[in-house]
């Protein structure tokens, strides 16, 4: 693809702390490569700002190459922008054309409040993982492959779902800001595998009843999260999310749960 | 934790939408069966009625349809209300159809819609019948009723509309309750999706050439 340069508007949100209310500002850019990342057209418009003695815009980031799930921006009314399965680090400019407008929002959701600007309060996922999105006792080092017989089927399917990176793109694109997707991805990939199996009822127990202490909304199956995941989580998560509640809730294995 | 808790998480919530959702798409199936007598002639959908309206076994599941459903509306109602209350500030650009059909997104629309069409509907048939058998002088011929309602074209109309909104809330419905009970696997998530869009289309098509059918004088 040629190379070509850009001069876009910005409109992205500014908030001081989650107690201000925000508002828009708008800004303007100049001779963007459409080679660049999004953050680093941000690290451009920041630098300018910086320059000329203002504040620059507070956005989360980390490992820039699509695995850590910090960079949520809601980028023209999507999770992460336009492109399917990637994160706003791995969304590129060529995207976008010469003179567009680009608005940029944090995730919106009451359960993750905004910290300033574009970052996000994220650590109602870290209470729900200690609800119950881990294994209790030690199981050791990595083993020798096939060490322990794992159907291949549920291997598989356990690997897709520890994809999940826990960046929020789920609720932010739930129109009831639903976090079942996130739980969902937790609960499959440990459910699915021996040494997760035997604290799974009291697991999707807890890790439910965390999940709504949070405010997070309840799933209504529309299907956005999984449109917007840049890690491509299924709703298939979801059906084994509830395969797994009802299980738990017929075979008695809740009672000690909660 | 006890029974009552685990149907009152927001799973649990979904599951007892789900539950009373598919018994009430089971009462559609029975419903549509005995209102499309009507194409056999006025004696087979009478003796139809008469055993809907007069065999104690179904009178007894009827208290059951009505708990159920209200059961469903209440419960859909609250959840709707309660999600919309999980983002006080609003996306200045919204995904809208980008991201998901408007239809699995206006679910509690849909649903206030039948309500609104099902009191009009109740009004006109069950409820006046009811009535009739209770205090008045028995049952009434509910084909002669339909046969007079469905001249006016307003009425028509709302049946219409209401066929409209019922067929968009059972495509989302059918494959929404599978999903919370579990049911859509890897295996079967296209086939119940499918089953899904094909039992709306039927059913509502069937229900709305009932009006059509009077109202043209195809059946008399």
Same mark, same amino acid.
């Given at each position: 693809m040629e190379h070509y340069h850009m001069n876009l508007t910005l409109k992205v949100w500014k908030q001081k702390n989650k107690n201000e209310k925000g508002r828009f500002e708008t800004y303007q850019v100049k001779n963007i490569s459409s080679e660049m990342s999004f953050l680093e057209m941000f690290d451009v418009l920041n630098e300018q700002l910086v320059?000329?003695?203002?504040?620059?815009i507070a956005f989360d980031h980390d490992c820039r190459e699509g695995i850590c799930g910090m960079c949520s921006m809601y980028i023209n009314g999507?999770?992460?922008?336009?492109?399917?399965?990637?994160t706003t680090c791995?969304?590129?400019m060529r995207e976008y054309k010469d003179g567009d407008t680009i608005v940029v929002e944090p995730w919106r959701a009451n359960s993750f409040p905004v910290i300033k600007d574009l970052v996000v309060d994220r650590q109602a996922f870290d209470r729900i993982i200690q609800a119950g999105g881990y294994v209790s006792v030690n199981t050791g080092n990595a083993v020798d492959a096939n060490a322990i017989p794992i159907e291949k089927h549920d291997?598989?399917?356990?690997f897709a779902s520890a994809a999940c990176i826990g960046c929020g793109a789920c609720v932010a694109a739930c129109p009831n800001a639903s976090a079942m997707l996130f739980v969902s991805a937790k609960v499959s990939h440990l459910s699915l595998l021996p040494q997760g199996d035997p604290e799974r009822k009291t697991r999707v127990m807890n890790m439910i009843h965390q999940m709504d202490k949070e405010g997070f909304g309840s799933c209504t199956n529309i299907g956005a999260c999984e449109a917007e995941c840049p890690k491509g989580i299924s709703l298939e998560n979801i059906a084994r999310l509830n395969r797994e509640y009802l299980g738990a809730m017929f075979e008695g294995g809740s009672q000690n749960a909660i | 934790m006890s029974w009552k808790q685990a149907f009152s998480s927001s799973v649990g919530k979904k599951i007892q939408m789900s539950l009373t959702g598919i018994f009430l798409i089971l009462f559609l199936i029975v419903h549509c069966y005995i209102n499309a007598q009507i194409w056999f002639g006025e004696d087979a959908f009478l003796t139809a009625a008469h055993f809907m309206g007069t065999? &104690?076994?179904i009178r007894t599941i009827e208290i059951g349809l009505f708990a159920f459903l209200i059961l469903h509306? &209440?419960?859909g109602l609250s959840l709707w209300a309660k999600n919309s209350k999980r983002r006080n500030t609003r996306y200045a650009v919204k995904a809208g159809s980008q991201t998901s059909p408007w239809y699995r997104r206006s679910m509690g629309l849909l649903g206030t819609l039948i309500l609104l069409f099902l009191i009009i509907h109740l009004s006109k048939?069950?409820?006046p019948n009811r009535f009739a058998q209770t205090f008045g002088s028995g049952e009434l011929n509910l084909y002669e009723l339909m046969k007079e309602e469905f001249q006016n074209m307003v009425i028509v109309v709302i049946y219409l509309l209401g066929c409209i909104a019922l067929a968009w809330h059972l495509v989302h419905g059918v494959y929404s309750s599978m999903q919370t009970l579990g049911l859509t696997?890897?295996?079967y998530k296209t086939m119940i999706k499918n089953v899904g869009v094909a039992f709306s289309i039927i059913v509502t098509v069937i229900f709305a050439l009932m009006p059509i059918s009077f109202y043209m004088h195809w059946v008399n």
């Open positions: 320059a000329e003695n203002k504040e620059p999507r999770a992460h922008g336009p492109w399917h399965h990637t791995q969304l590129h291997a598989d399917e356990s | 065999n &104690v076994i509306i &209440v419960q048939f069950w409820g696997t890897h295996r």
